[in-house]
């Protein structure tokens, strides 16, 4: 091969040199030596030709090297490239289990990704794709993300979204951390939920389902928390046995199967507080027996479990923080004044507004019972909140009906109604389509507009219309003609 490259050059040496170099016509005894010289001639120019008329690539990439720096090979630099954008994040379970997660897109990754990914590390079916999805979420917010979102991006601002959606001091925010959560999709339908059989789904419903009810975000009853408490019992320890599980034995760990909630007890005697917890757990232990006494299998108690948390008329709900209007009364003229906290509670089907002290349900409303609006705060004014309205009717005992409108004051305003929007254009999608398999115009059962639809006016500041003094309370019927007074400021 070496060889016929030389002879290659050659040949064109000669045609280049020859009108230079012309040959001797005479033959003599010196043409050996000139001949010899003329050789090593046309070699050294042979070199320089060759290093002065390389190919246009070679020389392109000589020029480049001789001006740029060197970062190592292309199959280097690509892998350094990789390693700079995979990272490894933390996704968690509402049991504070954690599956850590290796994104390629790193910093890029969208929540669909992140979706798609913890659905192979949990194995769940294709199915569970639209029951669950990732949140970001702390003591503080918690927000569900679209499969585009990108949670890198969202926890940079997280800062600015505490300071625009909670009552959060600056101390708070900064010490503040969200962490990603694998959880159930707040747009998921219940009625498809019902339908689910796959163990592995209902068995991470279930543990969601437990932590709402032991964190105290379900306000349950002291009876469903014992007849959920015996299941969990069941769940944790096996069946009931008269010769192990005696009185004492749940009497430090009540709280691992009652919501705190059921386990409060009020200011008593030092006796009497044991007695009290004695009853609790005697009760707890007779609730134990008696579902151990279904003879049921571990995955027929999850959805046991789950079959009682889905008569809760807020299962599924995604939860706000609010505050409504006290009631007047002669303890409040003395003190001023002062908001009660409330959570806001919304889902597919209906809006629950819940005293987060008492722990109860003031008001349950469904999306075909109310009209709703928004309105935010006045941007001079610092102390005041984003309202959110809701206007219903409600039957005297007498059975005349009033229009009663309740003001919700939150720095959550404007995502609540943004979700309320959202739970009322989904019914209405579903009720379009069963309107077209049946092949009639069937109409909703109540037009639903937003207040700011109506023709009448509201006043839209704080501490205005009479209902708003007590809006569970029975005010005099209005008039369809008539505007609500203002109260004077």
């Not at 280049?16 to 016509?25: A, D, L």
Request: aromatic share 8%; charged share 30%; net charge neutral.
């Amino acid at each position: 091969m070496a060889t016929s490259i030389e002879k290659a050059e050659d040949v064109e040496l000669k045609a280049v040199t020859g009108q230079e170099h012309e040959e001797p016509k005479k033959k003599g005894p010196g043409l050996k030596l000139k001949t010899q010289d003329f050789r090593k001639e046309t070699k050294q120019s042979a070199a320089d030709y060759k290093r002065a008329h390389s190919y246009p690539e070679d020389k392109r990439s000589i020029i480049k090297k001789s001006k740029q720096k060197s970062h190592g090979s292309h199959p280097e630099i690509i892998q350094r490239l990789q390693s700079q954008q995979a990272m490894t994040v933390a996704v968690f379970l509402v049991e504070k289990a954690a599956r850590l997660l290796n994104l390629e897109d790193g910093k890029n990754a969208t929540a669909g990704t992140m979706k798609r990914i913890m659905m192979e590390n949990l194995s769940l079916q294709p199915d569970a794709e639209a029951v669950f999805c990732i949140w970001l979420k702390s003591p503080l917010l918690q927000l569900q993300l679209k499969d585009h979102h990108i949670p890198y991006k969202l926890r940079k601002v997280w800062p600015e979204l505490l300071k625009k959606f909670t009552n959060a001091n600056d101390e708070a925010i900064e010490m503040d951390e969200p962490i990603l959560c694998y959880q159930r999709n707040s747009f998921y339908p219940l009625s498809e939920e019902k339908k689910v059989k796959d163990a592995k789904v209902i068995r991470r419903l279930f543990e969601e389902a437990k932590f709402n009810v032991m964190s105290g975000t379900y306000p349950v009853s002291k009876n469903e928390s014992m007849e959920l408490g015996g299941m969990l019992a069941v769940i944790e320890n096996g069946k009931f046995k008269e010769q192990d599980h005696k009185l004492g034995f749940f009497k430090d760990k009540l709280t691992e199967y009652l919501p705190v909630s059921a386990c409060k007890v009020g200011w008593t005697l030092p006796g009497r507080r044991s007695a009290t917890r004695n009853t609790l757990e005697q009760q707890l232990l007779d609730k134990y027996k008696e579902v151990s006494n279904r003879s049921l299998e571990l995955r027929q108690l999850y959805r046991s479990y789950l079959e009682k948390c889905w008569t809760f008329p807020y299962y599924g709900s995604v939860f706000f923080a609010g505050q409504i209007e006290k009631p007047p009364s002669i303890l409040s003229s003395i003190l001023g004044k002062s908001d009660l906290a409330v959570g806001v509670a919304v889902n597919r089907e209906k809006i629950h507004i819940i005293d987060e002290a008492k722990n109860e349900i003031l008001l349950s409303l469904g999306f075909d019972e109310l009209s709703w609006d928004y309105t935010p705060a006045e941007e001079c004014n610092k102390d005041c909140l984003d309202t959110f309205w809701l206007e219903f009717d409600s039957k005297e005992n007498d059975g005349t009906t009033t229009v009663q409108r309740l003001q919700i004051f939150s720095k959550q305003a404007v995502m609540i109604d943004a979700l309320v929007q959202s739970c009322v254009e989904c019914e209405d999608e579903i009720q379009e389509e069963c309107c077209q398999n049946i092949g009639g115009d069937i109409r909703c059962r109540m037009d639903r507009l937003s207040l700011s639809k109506l023709e009448s006016s509201l006043a839209r500041k704080k501490k205005t219309n009479v209902s708003f003094n007590n809006p569970f309370s029975r005010p005099k019927r209005l008039m369809s003609d008539e505007t609500p007074k203002q109260e004077k400021t």
